[in-house]
């Protein structure tokens, strides 16, 4: 499986952006996705997921009500809307793939996923 980031940018504090993820390869076995940031010198942190076939997400507290996650089955595509962006949202954001169910695995902990994208940069101005 590969995934391919795309839609950061520069942005001013109060704007938006969308950033999209395409899967590519073995997306039969796409069960849920997932983006996560980091920001330099901290480690990398959850941001929101998705289950692929339910359509339950997840988000982490600093987003929620600012950021949406969601999915295209059909284009194998996730995306994140991200309004109302503040300087501390500025960071790389990764997306990551699950391949099998959830089971104990958080879809909050990096652990929980077998893919990753290559990151695309969000910069916030004030």
């Known amino acids: 499986v590969q995934l391919q980031a795309s839609g950061g940018g520069l942005v001013q504090a109060g704007g938006s952006l969308r950033l999209s993820c395409a899967a590519s390869?073995?997306?039969?076995?796409?069960?849920?996705m997932g983006w996560f940031r980091q920001a330099p010198g901290k480690e990398r942190e959850f941001v929101a997921a998705?289950?692929?076939?339910?359509?339950?997400?997840y988000y982490a507290d600093s987003v929620k009500g600012r950021f949406t996650i969601a999915r295209d089955n059909a284009k194998n595509t996730v995306y994140l809307q991200m309004n109302s962006l503040k300087p501390a949202d500025t960071a790389v954001y990764y997306c990551a793939l699950r391949n099998t169910g959830w089971g104990m695995a958080s879809p909050a902990n990096t652990a929980a996923y077998n893919y990753w994208g290559q990151g695309t940069e969000v910069t916030v101005s004030s």
């Open positions: 390869g073995r997306t039969f076995s796409i069960f849920g």
């Open positions: 998705i289950s692929w076939r339910s359509g339950s997400t």
